[in-house]
C-alpha cells in the first residue's frame, strides 16, 4: 500500500477489502474474448489491484505464451458448442495461472464471465475446479445469476455480481445471495449509458437519457446498509477516467466503501492484449464516436465504436420494410419473394425504395423475426447465412442464429439477420482482424485518449504506469 502513503490525493484514496485482502481501489474490468487476459490481470495485481482475466471463450496459450489456434472439428452446432466449452475452461485454466505467476503473491484476481455466455456455469465450475486457489473471486453481469453465489460457495470463491441498479442487486439478494453474505465480496455498479461492452440497460430506461451514478449508488447503498452489507464494497464501473472527478465519493457514508472499475484505460497498456491498430484507433476517436446500439446477439444494449463494422448493421437496419402474405390496407404492392418468387405485399412508398435499393445492389432481401424484408449485398447475404450455420453455440440464446444452449436447443424464434455473430467477429478482431471490420466494444469515455495528456506524444503506459498515474486523481 506504500503507493497510498504518497501526499496529495493518493492520501485520500483508501484501501479497500476486496476478496479476502486489502487492494488499492482499483479493479481491472474484465474484457471478453481475450481483451482482458491473464497478462493483463497478474499485471493489476502485481501493481496491488485487482486484476481480472476474461473467462469467456478465451484464447488459449502454450507454455511460451503464444495462442493456440482453435479448430472446431464437430459437424453440429451441439458438438461445436461441446467444443467451445471444453477449449473454454482449459484456456481459462492457463490465464489463471498466467496471472498467478505474474501477480507475485500480490493483489487479487479474479475471473468474468457473461452469465448469457453458453455453458457458462460449466466453464465457471470447470475453471474453478482446475485451477483450485488462483482466482480469488468471479465477476458476473450480463443476466440475473442467480446461482453464482451456490457455485461460490461450492469452490469457495468471492463473488461480485454486476448490476446496473438497486432494484437488480434486491431481486438477487432476496431470492439467493442472502444465504451466502459471507463470500459476496463487492457489487459492482455498471453505469449502463457509460460502460463498454454490454450494458444493463433495462426497459423503462431511457438510452438518450443518462442518469447521474451517484443517486443511483447512494440508493444501491441505502439498501445494502438495511440488509447489513455496510462494510461490503460498491465497485463504480463505467465513466470512471480521472479519479479526481469523484473525489465526492470517497470518504462518503452515502457511498461507503468503494473501489472503481477501468474497462476503457486498461485498453491502452503496453499488457493490453488487444492488437496495436485497435489501440491506435483509441487514441483518434472523438466524443460521440462510441455509442449505444441494440445489434448484438445477446438482445442487450452495448457501447462499441462507431467503424465500418457497425454502419454496416446500421444500413441493414434502415434497409428494411414491414410486409404481409396477403394484401391488406397500404400493402398492395406484390414483392416477389424467395425461391418460388412468392408475393409479399409491401406499400407504394416501400416499393419505391426497395427498388432502389435493388438497383444499388442490395439485391438480396432476407426475412427478419419482425415480418420486415431487409435488403442486403448478396455477398453479404451469403455471410449471415454460412456464419449462422458455422454457429458454435457462444451464447444462452442467440438472436442471429436462434441457437439456445439447452433443452431443445433452439429458441423457437427465427433467426435475425439484422444481428450478427458475435463469437465470430470478437474472436477475430482480438487475433488482429482489421478494427474496422469487426466489432470494437468500447467505453464511451474512449475519447479522454486524445485529450489526456498522460496519452501525450502516443505515450502507452504499462499497467504499473497506469496505476501510479490513476492513483494522482489523473
Ligand atoms: C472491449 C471491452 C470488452 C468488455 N467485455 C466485458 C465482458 O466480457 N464482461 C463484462 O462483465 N464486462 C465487459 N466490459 C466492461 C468492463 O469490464 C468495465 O466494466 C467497463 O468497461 C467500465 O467502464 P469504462 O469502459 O468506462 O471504463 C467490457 C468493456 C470493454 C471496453
Ligand atoms: S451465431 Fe450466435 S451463438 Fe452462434 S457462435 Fe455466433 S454469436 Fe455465438
Not at 471463450?57 to 507454455?63: C, G, I, P, S, T
Not at 486498461?266 to 491506435?280: D, R, V, Y
Not at 434502415?318 to 396477403?326: N, Y
Amino acid at each position: 500500500m506504500s503507493v497510498l502513503a504518497n501526499d496529495g490525493f493518493a492520501r485520500k484514496l483508501k484501501p479497500v477489502m476486496v476478496s479476502g485482502r486489502e487492494v488499492l481501489p482499483i479493479i481491472e474490468g474484465g474484457k471478453g474474448v481475450g481483451a482482458s487476459n491473464g497478462k493483463s490481470a497478474g499485471a493489476f495485481a502485481a501493481a496491488g489491484a485487482v486484476g481480472t482475466f476474461s473467462g469467456v471463450n478465451q484464447l488459449e496459450f502454450d507454455a511460451e505464451g503464444k495462442v493456440i489456434p482453435l479448430v472446431y472439428q464437430g459437424k453440429t452446432r451441439r458438438d461445436r458448442h461441446e467444443e467451445l466449452v471444453e477449449n473454454g475452461i482449459r484456456a481459462a485454466i492457463s490465464h489463471a495461472k498466467m496471472a498467478h505467476d505474474l501477480a507475485g503473491g500480490k493483489g487479487r484476481i479474479h475471473v468474468n464471465v457473461l452469465w448469457e455466455m453458453g455453458g457458462c456455469e460449466r466453464v465457471l465450475e470447470g475453471l474453478l475446479a482446475g485451477a483450485k486457489g488462483l482466482v480469488h473471486g468471479v465477476t458476473c453481469g450480463a443476466g440475473m445469476p442467480y446461482r453464482l453465489s451456490d457455485i461460490a460457495e461450492k469452490y469457495n470463491v468471492y463473488y461480485h455480481p454486476i448490476i446496473s441498479s438497486m432494484r437488480a442487486f434486491r431481486a438477487l439478494w432476496k431470492r439467493a445471495y442472502s444465504k451466502s453474505q459471507h463470500l459476496l465480496g463487492s457489487v459492482v455498479y455498471e453505469d449502463p449509458w457509460l460502460a463498454g461492452g454490454h450494458n444493463g440497460l433495462s426497459n423503462s430506461e431511457d438510452p438518450k437519457r443518462p442518469e447521474d451514478p451517484y443517486p443511483r449508488v447512494a440508493e444501491l447503498r441505502r439498501f445494502m446498509n438495511e440488509v447489513g452489507l455496510n462494510d461490503t464494497p460498491i465497485i463504480m464501473a463505467g465513466g470512471v477516467w480521472h479519479l479526481k472527478d469523484w473525489e465526492h465519493w470517497l470518504d462518503n457514508p452515502e457511498i461507503g466503501p468503494i473501489a472503481f472499475q477501468f474497462g476503457t484505460r486498461p485498453l491502452l497498456t503496453k499488457e493490453s492484449p488487444i492488437p496495436e491498430a485497435w489501440k491506435h484507433r483509441l487514441m483518434t476517436l472523438d466524443e460521440g464516436d462510441v455509442f449505444l446500439n441494440r445489434f448484438s446477439p445477446t438482445g442487450f444494449y452495448s457501447s462499441a465504436v462507431n467503424n465500418d463494422f457497425i454502419r454496416e448493421l446500421r444500413g441493414r437496419e434502415e434497409r428494411q420494410v414491414p410486409f404481409a402474405t396477403e394484401p391488406t390496407g397500404y400493402m398492395t404492392e406484390p414483392f416477389p419473394f424467395g425461391p418460388r418468387k412468392r408475393p409479399h405485399y409491401i406499400t407504394p412508398e416501400d416499393m419505391e425504395r426497395a427498388t432502389r435499393w435493388i438497383a444499388e445492389g442490395y439485391s438480396e432481401p432476407m426475412k427478419t423475426p419482425d415480418e420486415t424484408l431487409m435488403f442486403v449485398a448478396p455477398a453479404k447475404a451469403n455471410e449471415i447465412l454460412v456464419d449462422q450455420i458455422e454457429c458454435m453455440g457462444c451464447l444462452s440464446h442467440c438472436r442471429f442464429s436462434n441457437w439456445k444452449d439447452h433443452d431443445d436447443y433452439t429458441t423457437g424464434k427465427k433467426a435475425d439477420p439484422r444481428s450478427f455473430c458475435i463469437q465470430k467477429t470478437l474472436q477475430d478482431i482480438v487475433r488482429g482482424g482489421d478494427s474496422e471490420q469487426n466489432l470494437m466494444f468500447s467505453g464511451h469515455n474512449a475519447y479522454k485518449f486524445k485529450q489526456d495528456p498522460f496519452y501525450s506524444n502516443g505515450f502507452v503506459p504499462t499497467v504499473r504506469e497506469l496505476v501510479d498515474r490513476i492513483v494522482t486523481g489523473y
